[in-house]
């Protein structure tokens, strides 16, 4: 049968998940942002952290899944390995939008 993102969250954290590391593949590497319709809706079902992760391109990508979602934190791989984007940049984005960031 098939399970959905929203129901395997919720069944993780009844089975004793401490957290959820959310990757949607669909976005993985487009650098168009985070999903935040996935984020949002996996972020309301469960009361563990979720961590957004895949589609960040831009330091702001950072600052609106926070503003969006309730995701306790977002991750990008690429995007620092590519140089593309400095971590500092990101930190200083959210810093500046009064996202809590260790800096």
Do not use: W
């Amino acid at each position: 049968r098939d399970i959905g993102a929203y129901e395997l969250a919720v069944a993780m954290e009844a089975l004793g998940a401490g957290e959820i590391l959310l990757n949607c593949i669909d976005e993985d590497g487009q650098g168009n942002g985070f999903d935040h319709d996935l984020v949002g809706l996996v972020s309301d079902a469960v009361r563990i952290p979720v961590i957004a992760s895949s589609g960040a391109g831009k330091p702001a990508h950072f600052t609106e899944v926070f503003n969006a979602t309730k995701c306790s934190a977002a991750l990008a791989a690429g995007i620092f390995h590519r140089g593309e984007v400095a971590i500092s940049e990101v930190k200083d984005h959210m810093k500046g939008n009064d996202i809590p960031v260790r800096v």
